[in-house]
């Protein structure tokens, strides 16, 4: 039993960290676009334009900020295991910031061609949360704070998610004009992650459910 239970741990976190380097990339390729990036990476993304920080070093202490909402909200409920999350999130930092590194040589002429790179940005988004919820280890920050703000209060996860989303993004817009003068990261693309991150996402769910883990409790 012990063995089994180690094998499919081993499966699921490296599910989680293929998931989270597939959606780093997804992240890079938004970025790269110039289209506006995913309702989550928005305000790493502007942060990083008027400070020293890089995206992914924004994007480690944002989730940071994630988990204390989470231990604030839960209380004597936040379970300890979810701490993973800080390590998980300083994996997905620098992974971000690599692929923002590996990407910077791709060039662009058109309109159109952004939009090429802002729908690969999307689609590796979406193939990196798939891979996430598949895992069933552990949930990024943001996620976490949306369970959280559930367990408190009696609303749906998928309304709870859309708020928290157009929350980031006018907190990105906010600081976007107040500290660089002009609206940045925030754009059409943006609004297309939005809508399609989590429909292709949930495709991809019913794709992956055809290759099922094995349960850590058997």
């Known amino acids: 039993m012990n063995n089994t239970f180690h094998t499919s741990l081993l499966k699921r976190y490296l599910i989680l960290l293929a998931g989270l380097a597939i959606m780093a990339f997804g ?4 970025i790269k676009a110039s289209l506006g990036t995913s309702p989550i990476s928005s305000v790493p993304y502007v942060i990083s334009l008027f400070t020293p920080l890089t995206v992914g070093t924004a994007t480690i202490l944002m989730h940071c900020v994630f988990i204390v909402i989470q231990i ?23 992974l971000t910031d690599f692929g923002v590194w590996a990407v910077q040589r791709i ?11 802002c729908l690969i940005g999307i689609f590796l988004v979406a193939v990196g949360v798939s891979l996430e919820v598949k895992a069933g280890v552990v949930v990024l920050a943001g996620e976490g704070v949306v369970l959280a703000i559930c367990k408190v209060v009696p609303v749906k996860f998928g ?6 989303d157009v929350t980031l993004v006018v907190i990105a817009c906010i600081l976007s004009l107040v500290f660089t003068g002009k609206l940045q990261g ?14 292709i996402a949930k495709q991809l769910g019913k794709l992956w459910a055809k290759w099922p883990l094995e349960s850590m409790e058997s």
Do not use: D
């Open 186 to 199: 925030v754009r059409e693309g943006t609004v297309a992650a939005a809508l399609l991150v989590g429909l």
């Open 159 to 164: 309304y709870m998610k859309v708020g928290f």
């Open 27 to 30: 992240v890079a390729f938004s």
């Open 72 to 94: 604030l909200i839960l209380r004597k409920n936040y379970h300890p295991i979810q701490l993973m999350q800080l390590p998980v999130a300083v994996f997905f930092g620098y």
């Open 107 to 117: 060039t662009y002429n058109a309109y159109w061609q952004q939009w090429i790179l």
